[in-house]
C-alpha cells in the first residue's frame, strides 16, 4: 500500500472529470444548433456567457451569489442520494429555511450580531431538517416513497411561505408581498467592495470540506455509503440503517435551509414571495454533474452559476432566451447519466509498472 | 431410437474473464433421457441457454431435428420444439396459471385472451401426462412442487419435442424426486426426448440413459448409464479423485450456547413462518437443520439474528434472553451471521474488500479511533485475512463484486470467523460454489467447531447437512419433525420427515 | 355551512371533472408505462410538452384537434428519450426522468419565448369547445355536470374501461402486467421485453400529452411556464394510490380533481386569507389520502429495474453506481 501507488482513485477522478467535461461538451454542441436555427451565432453566445459570468471580478462575485443557494443545497442532496435516499425536496426545505431566517433576522432581538446571526442561520438549517424530517420519517417507518413525497411537500412548502409573506410576516403597512429589511445584526457580510458577493460561499466550501470529511474519514459516513449502496447487509452486519437514513435526510434538510438561510441573510435581505424559484431542482443537476463528491459539487456550482449569470448577459446582447440554460443543463444531466457506467481504464499502463516491481521483490529475496 | 434429435458441434460461449463452453459437442437420440453433469461453473446451463436462444454462441452451430439453426432465440426454440424449465422458474408469481400458460401464446390477429379456452386445454394436457393443475390459482399460492408441474406443463402447452430441465430436483423432497422421475418416464414413453442437468451423482445413475459430463467449460466423454458407475463419474466431473466425506473428529459438546423455546416468527406475508420450534445446540458441536427451500428456513435465521420480528417464544443465548434484540447487540456479544444471500446480506458488492473486511466491526478500535477511520489498520487487517483465507484477486483496493462467487463467501466466511464467534449461523453456505471451494468452506466450518464455537448450519443440500452435522434437525412448514444423530441418521428417513412426517420415535 | 353547500353545486362537479381530466389522462399513462416496469417520474415533462406543442399546433393550424395531435406526439417523444436512458442505457430512471422534466421545462419555455419574443406577447389559439347535446344538457344538475363538458373529457372517461380491458383481457395487457412483474419470464418465453417498455412507454406519452393538452386547451387557450405546476406528480401519487390498476388510479385523481375544484370555488368566495392557502389544498389532500387512507403498497415487481438481457455479446453492464442505482422499493 505504502510503496504501491494508489491509481485507482485517480482513475475514478479522472473518469469523472472526463465525462463531466464531455457532458458540458455535448450540451453545448447541442445549444448550438438550436441557436443557428435561429439565426444566432453560437460562438458569439458562449463568449458572452464566459465575459458575462466571469469576464471580470464584479461577473465573477455575481456567479458566485448564483452559485451559493445551489451548491449548498446540493451539497445536501448528494448526501441524502449517497445514502440512497432521494431528497427531490430541497426546493420546499430552502423556501422553510429562508422564512425562519429571515423570521429569526427581523425579531429586534437587541443581540449582537455574534449572536443574532447564528441564531437566524441555525433556526433556518433547523427549518429545513424538520421539512426533510416529514419524508424520511414517512419512508422508514411506514415505507412511503420519498420521491411523491418531496415533491408533494415542496409545493406545499412553497406555498405556505407566500401565504406568510402575504399574511403575518408582511412588511408592517406594506402594499407589496415581502417582509420588512432583515436587521444589521443578521446579516452575511459581504466578501468584496463593488459586488454582492457575501460569506455565505464560504459556508458552502467549510461545509464541502466537512462533509468530504465526514463521507471519506469517519464511521458515520462509512455506514452511510454502505447504507446507500446495499441498506440490507447493513443491517445484517448490525448497522442501523433506519437511523442512518434519517440522519443523512436531516444533514440534507439543514444544508437546504442554510441555502435559504443564506440567500435571504446574505444577498437579498428580505424575504419575497417566490423568491428563489427552482432553486432546488437546480441543485439537484448540480449534485449530479458533481458526481455525489462535495468537491464535485463546489465545482459543478460555480460551473452553473456562470451559466446562469452569462446567460442573462447573453439574453440582454442576443435575444437569445436565458430558458436555454435549462435545456444545457438538462442535457448535461441526461449525459453526466449516460456515462455514468463509463470507466477509464489506467490498469494497463500502471499494472505493468506493479508487475515489474513486484517480480523485482521476488528476484531479490 | 436412435434417432439422433439434436447436435451441438464445436460451441463456444466466452464471458469476461472466463470461457464457460469451450469446443462443446453434444448428441441427444430422440426418446432418451440425457444427462449433462458438472459441478457448478462446469458450463451445463450456459450450453443449455445457448440451445434455448438465450445466448447468442460465440462459435459452432446447432443442429436440431436435422435443421442449422442460425440467430437463435427463445421464440424461435419454442417454435421448433425446445422447451426449458429453468432452475429459477419462469413463472411471475403474481399472475394465475393460465395467465402464465398463454403468455406470449397469441394466435392470429385476435388480441383477445380467451381464458376458459385455454383453461381446458391446460386440463386436458394435464390428463394427458398426467400433470394435475388447478388453472386458475395464482401462482405464488402454489408449492414448489406444483409450480415445477406448472412449468413443465407450460413447456408441453408449447408444443415441446425436447425438454430441458435444469437441477429440477433442487427444490424437491427425495419422495417428490421420486414422483418427477416417474413423471419423466412417462413423458419419454409417449415420444419426447429429455435433458436432465444436474450435478448429483444419485439421480444420474437411476434415471439417466446417457450422460455427457463437462469439467470447467470442455465435454469429457459420453458414456451409456449402464456402462459407467458413480466414482467414474465422479472422477470424470472433477477432473481427480473426490473424497467423498469430511475428515471430522467426534464432538465434544460443551456448555450451553443458544437455547430457541417456543419460537414463533411471521414471513412477509404476514403468515406464520416459524412455528412454536424449540432446538438448543452447545459449545463444539454443529447443528445441521435439513428441510425443503421454503420451510421458515430463512425466517428462523432472520428472528435468530435479530433481524425479524420474534410474535412469541424466546431466544437464549450465553444464558441470557436475548430476543428481539438488535443485529449489533447480537453480533458485540459474539454472535457470527453467514447469510443465505452474501449479494442480499453478506456484502456490499460495489465497495473495496478491504472495507468489506469490517463491516462488522468499522466502527470499534483499532479501526476507528474518535470516529476517524484508521485505513492503514483496515489495510493490514485486509491483508491478513485475505492470506489467511487464501482468497485470489489482484487488489483489494477493487470492488468486491468483481471477485468469482467462491471468493466473494471467503471473504464473508474469513470476517465472521476472524472474530472467533461462540456461535455460528451459517445458511446455503456453499451454493453455487465450485468443488474445491466446498471443501475449503467444510474444514473451516468443522474447525471453528473443534474451536469451541456453537455452530448452526442451515441448508438444502441434505448431503451438506448429513457430512458436517452432529445432530441433524429437519424443518418442515415451519415446525421441527424430529432431532436425530449423525452417525443415526438415513436419507430415507429425512426425507419422509422433510416431506412433513415425524420422526417415528 | 357556506363552504360545505358548494359541495352539492352542479358547478363543483363540473369543474371537478373539467379538472379530473388532464390528471386522469396522465394516471392512465402512469398505469401503463409502471405496469411495465417503467418507474415513470417523467410524466410531468411529458404533459408539460403536451400543453406546449398542443397550443402551438392548434394555433398554427388553428385548429384544436390538431394541437391534440401534436401534443400527443411531443409526449411520446420525450417518453421514447426516457425510454431509451432507462431501457437501453439501463441508468437510473428517476433521476432520467428528473433530466428529461427539466428538459421538457427548457424546450417549453425557450421555444415559447423563442416564437413570441421575450415580452411573451401572445395569442390566444382555438381551444375544445363543449359538446353539444341540446336538450340533454337541460337535465338538471346532471345536465350541467355531464352534458356540458369538452370533447377530451368524454375520450378520458372512456379511456378508464378500455384500458381496463386491455390491461386484463388481451395478450398485449398480459404482456405488460408480465413484464413489470419478471421481466425474465418474459424473456424466455420468446417477448421482446424492451420492446414491450418501449410500447408502454410511447402509450403513456401519448396520454401524457394529451393530458397537457386538455390543460392549455379547454379554456384558456394559451401557454405559461411550467403551467402544469406539477400535475405529473400528483398522477404518479394517483397511480400509487389507485394500486397500479387503470380503474383505481381513475378514481385517485377523481379525489385530486375535487381538491382542485374545491379550492377554485374557496377563492370565489372572498375569504380574507391569502390565496397560497387555496393553491396549497390538492397537494394536501393528495398526502393525506396517500398517508392515511392507504398504507405503503407494493407496485410492480420489477419496477424500477433495468432489464438485462443475459449473456449478450456485448460486455455485461453493471447497473449504475454510487446513490445513482436502480431503486429499491419500498
Known amino acids: 500500500m505504502n510503496t504501491q501507488f494508489d491509481y485507482k482513485r485517480i482513475e475514478t477522478g479522472l473518469s469523472y472529470l472526463i465525462s463531466s467535461l464531455l457532458s458540458i461538451a455535448v450540451a453545448l454542441i447541442i445549444s448550438s444548433f438550436i441557436l443557428l436555427g435561429q439565426g444566432k451565432d453560437p460562438l458569439q453566445a458562449f463568449s458572452l456567457i464566459f465575459q458575462g459570468g466571469i469576464g471580470d471580478m464584479a461577473a465573477f462575485g455575481a456567479s458566485l451569489v448564483r452559485a451559493c443557494p445551489l451548491m449548498l443545497a446540493a451539497l445536501g442532496i448528494a448526501f441524502a442520494f449517497k445514502a440512497g435516499i432521494y431528497n427531490i425536496g430541497a426546493e420546499g426545505q430552502i423556501y422553510l429555511g429562508a422564512m425562519f431566517a429571515t423570521w429569526v433576522g427581523i425579531l429586534p432581538l437587541g443581540l449582537p450580531k455574534i449572536i443574532h446571526l447564528p441564531l437566524a442561520i441555525l433556526t433556518g438549517m433547523a427549518a429545513g431538517a424538520s421539512w426533510a424530517f416529514i419524508p424520511a420519517y414517512l419512508k422508514v417507518k411506514k415505507g412511503f416513497n420519498e420521491v411523491i413525497m418531496t415533491i408533494l411537500l415542496n409545493y406545499i412548502g412553497v406555498y405556505f411561505v407566500n401565504a406568510s409573506v402575504h399574511s403575518y410576516l408582511q412588511e408592517p403597512n406594506g402594499y407589496y408581498p415581502q417582509t420588512s429589511k432583515v436587521l444589521e445584526t443578521a446579516t452575511l457580510p459581504k466578501l468584496m467592495a463593488n459586488s454582492e458577493l457575501h460569506a455565505g460561499i464560504l459556508l458552502g466550501l467549510i461545509g464541502a470540506v466537512i462533509l468530504y470529511v465526514i463521507l471519506q474519514k469517519t464511521d458515520f459516513g462509512y455506514q452511510l455509503r454502505c447504507v446507500g449502496s446495499n441498506p440490507e447487509a447493513s443491517r445484517t452486519s448490525g448497522m442501523n440503517a433506519k437511523l442512518t437514513l434519517i440522519a443523512a435526510m436531516l444533514v440534507s434538510g439543514a444544508f437546504a435551509g442554510l441555502a435559504g438561510a443564506s440567500e435571504v441573510l446574505g444577498y437579498q435581505h428580505l424575504l419575497l414571495e417566490n423568491f428563489s424559484p427552482n432553486t432546488g431542482y437546480d441543485a439537484i443537476s448540480v449534485a449530479l454533474l458533481g458526481r455525489l463528491n462535495p468537491i464535485g459539487v463546489v465545482i459543478a456550482a460555480i460551473f452553473i452559476g456562470v451559466l446562469r449569470t452569462g446567460a442573462n448577459t447573453m439574453q440582454i446582447m442576443m435575444g437569445v432566451p436565458v430558458t436555454i440554460v435549462y435545456i444545457i443543463q438538462a442535457i448535461i444531466i441526461l449525459c453526466v447519466l449516460a456515462f455514468t457506467n463509463w470507466k477509464l481504464d489506467l490498469s494497463r499502463f500502471f499494472e505493468r509498472g506493479a508487475k515489474d516491481a513486484n517480480s523485482k521483490l521476488a528476484n531479490r529475496s | 431410437m436412435s434417432e439422433i434429435i439434436l447436435e451441438m458441434k464445436g460451441v463456444r460461449k466466452e464471458f469476461p474473464g472466463l470461457v464457460a463452453n469451450d469446443n462443446v459437442n453434444l448428441q441427444v437420440k430422440k426418446g432418451e433421457i440425457h444427462v449433462l453433469l458438472g459441478e457448478n461453473g462446469a458450463g451445463k446451463s450456459t450450453l443449455m441457454n445457448i440451445l434455448y436462444g438465450l445466448y447468442a454462441a460465440d462459435g459452432g452451430e446447432v443442429i436440431f431435428k436435422g435443421n442449422v439453426i442460425h440467430d437463435n432465440t427463445p421464440k424461435k426454440a419454442i417454435g421448433m420444439g425446445v422447451g426449458m424449465v429453468h432452475q429459477h422458474f419462469m413463472l411471475i408469481p403474481a399472475l394465475t396459471v393460465v395467465e402464465n400458460m398463454i403468455l406470449g401464446m397469441q394466435e392470429g390477429p385476435n388480441p383477445v385472451i380467451n381464458k376458459k379456452e385455454a383453461a381446458n386445454k391446460i386440463l386436458e394436457l394435464g390428463k394427458k401426462f398426467g400433470l394435475k393443475v388447478d388453472p386458475y390459482a395464482k401462482v405464488w399460492q402454489l408449492s414448489v412442487g406444483e409450480q415445477q408441474r406448472v412449468e413443465i406443463l407450460k413447456a408441453l402447452f408449447r408444443g415441446a419435442e425436447l425438454l430441458i430441465l435444469d437441477e429440477p430436483t433442487a427444490v424437491l423432497t427425495p419422495q417428490e424426486t421420486q414422483e418427477l422421475f416417474t413423471l419423466l418416464r412417462g413423458l419419454t414413453k409417449q415420444g419426447l426426448t429429455i435433458i436432465f442437468i444436474t450435478h448429483k451423482l444419485n439421480e444420474v445413475m437411476e434415471i439417466s440413459d446417457r450422460i455427457t459430463i463437462l469439467q470447467r467449460g470442455k465435454v469429457v466423454g459420453t458414456v451409456n448409464t449402464k456402462d459407467t458407475n458413480k466414482q467414474d463419474l465422479a472422477r470424470m466431473m472433477v477432473g481427480r479423485d473426490v473424497v467423498l466425506s469430511v475428515d471430522k473428529a467426534p464432538a465434544n459438546p460443551g456448555a450451553k450456547v443458544l437455547e430457541v423455546k417456543d419460537l414463533e416468527v411471521k414471513n412477509d406475508k404476514n403468515l406464520v413462518a416459524v412455528n412454536k420450534l424449540s432446538f438448543e445446540i452447545r459449545a463444539g458441536e454443529i447443528f445441521g437443520i435439513a428441510g425443503v427451500d421454503g420451510n421458515g428456513q430463512s425466517e428462523l435465521v432472520e428472528a435468530l439474528t435479530g433481524l425479524r420480528v420474534v410474535e412469541s417464544g424466546e431466544v437464549i443465548y450465553n444464558n441470557e434472553n436475548v430476543t428481539n434484540k438488535p443485529p449489533r447487540y447480537l453480533i458485540e456479544k459474539g454472535m457470527a451471521h453467514i447469510p443465505e444471500d452474501r449479494h442480499l446480506r453478506g456484502l456490499v458488492l460495489n465497495m473495496s474488500v478491504k472495507e468489506n473486511m469490517v463491516l462488522e466491526d468499522f466502527y470499534r478500535e483499532p479501526f476507528t479511533v474518535n470516529h476517524f477511520m484508521k485505513f492503514d489498520k483496515i489495510d493490514a487487517y485486509s491483508k491478513e485475512l485475505i492470506k489467511e483465507y487464501d482468497i485470489r484477486l489482484s487488489s483489494d483496493d477493487i470492488p468486491v463484486g468483481n471477485l468469482s462467487g467462491g471468493n466473494q463467501q471467503k471473504v464473508v466466511l474469513a470476517r465472521m470467523l476472524q472474530r472467533n464467534p461462540n456461535l455460528l449461523i451459517v445458511m446455503h453456505p456453499t451454493r453455487g460454489l465450485d468443488v474445491g471451494a466446498i471443501e475449503f468452506i467444510h474444514k473451516r466450518i468443522i474447525r471453528a467447531r473443534d474451536n469451541g464455537s456453537a455452530v448452526l448450519l442451515i441448508s438444502t443440500e441434505l448431503e451438506e447437512v448429513l457430512t458436517l452435522s452432529d445432530r441433524i434437525g429437519v424443518i418442515y412448514e415451519g415446525q421441527l419433525m424430529g432431532i436425530v444423530n449423525q452417525k443415526d441418521a438415513n436419507t430415507n428417513e429425512l426425507g419422509l420427515m422433510m416431506a412433513g412426517s415425524h420422526k417415528a420415535s | ?330
Not at chain 3, 373539467?18 to 417523467?42: D, K, Q
Not at chain 3, 419574443?117 to 338538471?140: E, R
Not at chain 3, 350541467?144 to 395487457?173: D, E, R
Not at chain 3, 375535487?258 to 393553491?279: C, H, K, M, T
Request: charged share 10%.
Open chain 3, 1 to 330: 355551512m357556506q363552504i360545505l353547500s358548494l359541495l352539492i353545486e352542479a358547478d363543483f362537479w363540473a369543474a371537478t371533472l373539467r379538472l379530473t381530466t388532464p390528471l386522469l389522462l396522465a394516471a392512465l399513462g402512469g398505469v401503463f408505462s409502471e405496469r411495465a416496469g417503467i418507474n415513470n417520474m417523467g410524466l410531468d415533462g411529458a404533459m408539460l410538452m403536451g400543453a406546449f406543442f398542443g397550443y402551438i399546433g392548434a394555433l398554427f393550424t388553428q385548429n384544436a384537434f390538431l394541437g391534440f395531435v401534436c401534443a400527443a406526439i411531443s409526449g411520446a417523444l420525450i417518453m421514447l428519450l426516457l425510454g431509451f436512458m432507462s431501457i437501453n442505457v439501463k441508468v437510473n430512471q428517476i433521476v432520467t426522468a428528473l433530466g428529461t422534466n427539466m428538459l421538457a421545462l427548457g424546450v417549453t419555455s425557450t421555444a415559447f419565448r423563442m416564437i413570441f419574443g421575450n415580452d411573451l406577447a401572445q395569442l390566444t389559439s382555438p381551444g375544445l369547445v363543449p359538446v353539444n347535446f341540446g336538450s340533454l344538457s337541460k337535465i338538471p344538475f346532471l345536465g350541467k355536470v355531464l352534458f356540458g363538458q369538452t370533447p377530451i373529457v368524454y375520450l378520458a372517461i372512456i379511456l378508464v374501461p378500455i384500458s381496463h380491458y386491455i390491461m386484463y383481457n388481451t395478450h398485449w395487457g398480459l404482456k405488460i402486467r408480465a413484464t413489470g412483474e419478471h421481466p425474465k419470464a418474459v424473456d424466455t418465453v420468446g417477448i421482446d421485453v424492451y420492446k414491450v417498455r418501449y410500447v408502454s412507454l410511447i402509450i403513456s406519452g401519448i396520454l401524457c400529452g394529451l393530458g397537457g393538452a386538455a390543460v392549455t386547451l379547454t379554456g384558456i387557450n394559451t401557454f405559461y411556464d411550467n403551467i402544469t405546476a406539477g400535475r405529473g406528480f400528483i398522477a404518479v401519487a394517483a397511480v400509487v394510490f389507485g394500486k397500479w390498476s387503470p380503474v383505481g388510479a381513475s378514481l385517485a385523481t377523481l379525489l385530486f380533481g375535487a381538491g382542485e375544484a374545491f379550492q377554485l370555488r374557496l377563492q370565489g368566495l372572498g375569504f380574507d386569507i391569502p390565496y397560497a392557502y387555496f393553491y396549497m389544498l390538492p397537494y394536501i389532500v393528495t398526502m393525506i389520502s396517500l398517508i392515511f387512507f392507504m398504507g405503503p403498497s407494493k407496485g410492480p415487481a420489477a419496477t424500477g429495474q433495468p432489464y438485462i438481457k443475459s449473456g449478450s455479446k456485448a460486455k455485461r453492464k453493471k447497473v449504475s453506481r454510487a446513490g445513482l442505482k436502480p431503486e429499491v422499493k419500498s
